[in-house]
């Protein structure tokens, strides 16, 4: 989180100096020292000392060229002309022009159709710098009484932190470095996008640790493993019940941690699926309170979470007397090792291209190498059973019983700074207009987070209400999402569009209006804990503003403190004065913004990170538990435990179609950047050796990638670590648009996540 405070409290920039503080770009935070000479940046190199220090990549060390790149925007501008023209006839204008034309357009639009008829939009805090303003447009989007935020964390992060909440209570956590014994990269590559992630999992791996590395692409990290599984593309869930299946098998899982710290004790009553309560055997017994088969006393019990000395029945089923005759129950356990035992190794292989024998060398070697620990991200969430995906991955490694321990997945203290999103200021009666909320009860719009699906639903076809505007800060759905042209139709019809971005991009040509954003060298920037360990956790860190913002530039933070004080939120926003936000996030630190000036490095709070916080304080989930069986999902409709079917294949299209990033780009930026571009100056798309040869295809030759939807060009690199029978492109090209040839109604049911990385295809020479 973080205040611009360009007003002007932190100084001035020096004209020449290098400047401690840390890379914004993505999700690593690299700690960097930019170097200014005569007023301009002419470097950023690493900084030793800081806990992300280690490497910069080539994007970081190609700041100067972000910063003064000719394709920046350096003032607001206007469209003179219909969206259906040519061109949008740009015209310059005044920061108070723009904001009162903003002003008046929203009003309008909230008064004919209320506020949720206005959708405010921001890009991924983890690929993108707007991370620094990305708490203040939530909170703008909750004080002005819309419910809608397009955010596409459906396909970034929402498995890792709040799908797997439905398993562990909060999200994945991070590995333990330092200590862990096995390490396993599940749908990562940090080594092309979170170099403070990979330099941590390398010191691992020299300390001793063994790599497991699950991923169609045997690239980065996934080359020093031990155990290489080259899946075919949205297959996961079926190779994570297979592993567990085999712990189960083997006996190689943590038995009392299962007992004591997960549901899979408590009693599933037969027919409906519910866990047994006190309330189904009992007149007046809580429905909060849940049973389990004592085998000490032969019958049903409430379950004491912790409870090590009785004797849980994790298997077999038993008939208990309830409040409507008798009932039969079985322990969840029994149900979640029934779902892995319809996945023996020999399935998996047929479905997954991983041999059978290679799944049985993986889970011994987890059961051989703990504590074990592991990470997952896009690789896994880009499908179809994105949900399920994640639930499995969470079974799998819940019953190591290495959650929240040394050497496993631990959740870090991080500084306490305060939450300004301000979900609290939107009445409950706006948050239930979330758009997608009736068909994604659990998933992002729990949140407030929309898809941009739901947005085009909306604009288009007034379902189940219509949207009108859109205030969006960054995003480039028309790169990054499926069914580009529903897409185009959406932003060409709304009454009022605003884009806020560094440069204008296929989507912003679409806006009504756009408004110049300063680089994150032209601003400052907030950081509580770094992520990658304990040490880095405990860094809290304002980066400084290296340079004046070039221009008529704004930060983000301050369009949104300007925009709200026009739209009459002043009350929510400080009275304008961004310094009182930024104070007011840092309150429960004990740290003021003056300190974190004199001191650009950051400092170290001393947070403790205490192990084990599941024994005092439970999981954060209905049952308290670790929730192998999800009763939650049964009540909307979705399989309390992971379930997956894959249509047939088929033969116009053979290939498996997904994606992954290159370290020259991020989603579809930085393109427009000579260094950057010169690496890589057009979309590739991987295959390996013996699918090129069966097509006549040569490393270099263009080709043709050719959908159910439409065709794509790229240009063909062969890599014999690829898993065969797999097509790996790059989206956020434009024009040659891989995902305007992908199939946007193809998606997860419990979050939306659409089929990104898991598609079909098949390709010829152009």
């Known amino acids: 989180m973080t205040v611009d405070t360009d007003r002007d409290r932190g100084g001035s920039p020096a004209q020449s100096a290098r400047v401690q503080g840390y890379c914004p770009l993505c999700i690593s935070r690299c700690g960097i020292i930019s ?50 023209a040519a061109e949008p006839g740009w ?83 991070m590995p333990d470095f330092d200590h862990t014994g096995c390490l396993v990269m599940w749908g990562v590559n940090p080594a092309a996008t979170w170099p403070a992630m990979a330099q941590r999992a390398l010191g691992a791996l020299r ?50 941690f299962v007992r004591r710290w997960t549901n899979g004790p408590l009693l599933v009553r037969s027919g409906d699926g519910r866990l047994l309560t006190e309330a189904d055997v009992e007149a007046g017994g809580a429905a909060g309170r849940f049973l389990a ?47 892995c035992r319809f996945w023996p190794p020999e399935r998996a292989e047929a479905v997954t291209g991983v041999p059978a024998a290679t799944i049985r060398d993986t889970a011994r070697l987890i059961h051989e190498s703990r504590p074990v620990s592991w990470y997952t991200w896009t690789g896994t969430c880009q499908h179809a059973d994105a949900t399920q995906v994640s639930r499995a991955l969470a079974i799998l490694f819940a019953l190591t019983g290495c959650w929240d321990d040394r050497g496993g997945n631990v959740l870090f203290a991080k500084p306490p700074v305060r939450d300004v999103a301000g979900r609290d200021l939107l009445p409950t009666e706006q948050r239930r207009k979330t758009l997608g909320l009736d068909e994604r009860p659990l998933g992002p719009p729990a949140r407030g987070w929309i898809t941009s699906r739901d947005l085009v639903r909306a604009v288009l076809d007034g379902s189940p209400y ?7 800060f960054g995003g480039n759905p028309l790169l990054t999402k499926p069914h580009v042209q529903r897409h185009k139709e959406a932003l060409a019809a709304l009454d009022l569009y605003v884009h806020a971005d560094m440069v204008m991009t296929p989507t912003a040509l679409f806006a009504d209006i756009v408004l110049p954003v300063a680089s994150p060298w032209e601003r400052e920037g907030l950081q509580a804990g770094f992520m990658v360990g304990r040490d880095a956790d405990s860094l809290i860190q304002l980066r400084p503003r290296v340079l004046e913002p070039l221009g008529n530039s704004r930060p983000d933070t301050r369009i949104i403190f300007d925009l709200a004080v026009r739209l009459g939120l002043s009350e929510h926003f400080f009275d304008g004065d961004s310094e009182a936000g930024l104070a007011h996030v840092l309150a429960p630190t004990g740290i003021t913004a003056g300190q974190l000036r004199a001191n650009p490095g950051g400092i170290r709070t001393g947070v ?40 047939p294949d088929d033969p116009a299209y053979p290939l498996r179609l997904t994606s992954a990033k290159w370290p020259q780009f991020c989603h579809s930026q930085h393109r427009h950047l000579p260094s ?36 794509a060009g790229a240009r063909v690199k062969l890599n014999d670590g690829l898993a065969q029978g797999v097509a790996c492109a790059q989206y956020g090209w434009w024009p040659e648009n891989l995902n305007a040839v992908i199939d946007g109604e193809t998606f997860d049911p419990a979050s939306g996540s659409n089929i990104l990385k898991s598609s079909r295809c098949d390709i010829r020479r152009a």
């Open 207 to 256: 300390r001793g640790a063994r790599l497991i590395a699950v991923d169609p692409r045997r690239t980065g990290l996934a080359t020093r493993a031990d155990h290489w599984l080259g899946l075919r593309p949205g297959t996961d869930g079926p190779l994570a019940l297979a592993l567990a299946g085999v712990l189960l098998a083997e006996g190689w899982y943590d038995r009392d």
């Open 676 to 711: 950057l571009r010169g690496r890589m100056p057009e979309p590739l798309v991987e295959l390996a050796p013996a699918d090129a040869l069966a097509r006549g295809i040569a490393e270099g030759d263009l080709v043709v990638i050719a959908t159910p939807l439409g065709e």
């Open 91 to 173: 015209e310059p204008i005044s920061w108070e022009e723009a904001l009162d034309r903003i002003t008046q357009g929203l009003r309008i639009v909230a008064a004919n159709h209320g506020a949720e008829a206005v959708t405010f939009g921001v890009a991924t805090p983890s690929g993108t710098a707007v991370a620094d303003a990305f708490p203040w447009v939530h909170r703008l989007a909750n004080a002005f009484g819309s419910p809608n935020i397009l955010f596409a964390t459906e396909n970034c992060n929402w498995h890792r932190d709040f799908g797997a909440a439905l398993t562990l209570g909060s999200g994945i956590g």
């Open 466 to 472: 219509p949207v009108r505007a859109l205030v969006s």
């Open 293 to 339: 088969w004592n085998t000490g006393t032969g019958r049903a019990e409430a379950h004491r979470r912790g409870d090590g000395a009785t004797a849980w029945a994790l298997a077999g089923q038993y008939t208990v007397d309830t409040l409507t005759g008798p009932l039969a129950c079985r322990p969840a356990f029994d149900l979640v090792n029934d779902q």
């Open 35 to 84: 170097r200014v000479e005569d007023g301009r940046l002419v470097g950023v190199e690493t900084d030793p000392g800081h806990p992300t220090g280690g490497a910069v990549c080539v994007k970081g060390r190609a700041a100067p060229e972000l910063v003064y790149a000719p394709e920046r925007l350096l003032t607001p501008l206007r469209r003179t002309r219909p969206k259906g």
């Open 608 to 647: 403790e990170t205490r192990l084990r916080k599941y024994e005092a304080d439970g999981f954060a989930t209905p049952t308290g538990l670790a929730e192998l069986y999800s009763e939650s999902l049964l009540k909307t409709n979705q399989p309390p435990l992971p379930v997956f079917a894959f249509p």
